[in-house]
C-alpha cells in the first residue's frame, strides 16, 4: 500500500522552460520549495506563525533526479511525503508526475533536508522540529520513515 502524499498542483508555464523548450532543471526545485510552503499554509499555519517569530526552516540539502522531460502546459502534480525524522532534522521526499490521459507519468524524483533552527541571525541553533509539524507531517509519513 503507498503512503499517502501532500500534493500540489501545477501547470507548467513558458517561463519554465529554456529555449529548446523543455523545462529548466531549476524549477523542479521551486516547485519543491513551493510544495512545502503550500503544506505549511494548508496543513500547519501556526508552524508558519512560528516562522515569523524566530522558527528557522533551513534547507541543509535537496536532490533531484530527473527521468522524463516535460514542456509547457504540462500538468504536473508534485507529491510529498516525511522520509526521515530526528530531533532536529527532517527529510521529505518528492515525487513529480505528469498527467496523462493514460494515467500519471512519473517525471523525476527529489528529497529535502531541512533543519530546524531558533535565534537571531548569525546566532542560530539547531533546535527540536516543533510539534505541530510533527502532527501535520503524521498523515504524510512514509512507509520507511525512521524516527530518531
Not at 500540489?8 to 529548446?20: A, D, I, K, P, S
Not at 511525503?81 to 498527467?99: K, M, N
Not at 524524483?109 to 541553533?125: A, E, S
Not at 527540536?128 to 501535520?136: F, G, S, T, W
Request: aromatic share 10%; charged share 30%; with cysteine.
Amino acid at each position: 500500500m503507498r503512503t499517502p502524499a501532500y500534493e500540489y498542483r501545477h501547470v507548467v508555464g513558458f517561463e519554465e522552460t529554456n529555449l529548446v523548450g523543455n523545462v529548466y532543471y531549476v524549477n523542479y526545485l521551486r516547485w519543491q520549495g513551493r510544495c512545502r510552503e503550500m503544506f505549511l499554509k494548508e496543513k500547519a499555519p501556526e508552524v508558519l506563525d512560528d516562522v515569523r517569530d524566530d522558527l528557522k526552516l533551513f534547507t541543509q540539502k535537496v536532490e533531484c533526479e530527473y527521468i522524463a522531460e516535460i514542456t509547457a502546459f504540462d500538468d504536473l502534480v508534485i507529491s510529498m511525503v516525511l522520509a526521515d525524522l530526528g530531533q532536529t532534522t527532517l527529510e521529505l521526499a518528492f515525487e513529480y508526475w505528469r498527467e496523462h490521459s493514460d494515467g500519471p507519468i512519473l517525471i523525476g524524483r527529489g528529497r529535502q533536508r531541512i533543519v530546524c533552527m531558533r535565534g537571531p541571525n548569525g546566532d542560530t541553533r539547531p533546535t527540536r522540529v516543533p510539534e505541530p509539524l510533527i502532527e501535520a507531517l503524521r498523515p504524510y509519513m512514509s512507509d520507511t520513515v525512521s524516527v530518531r
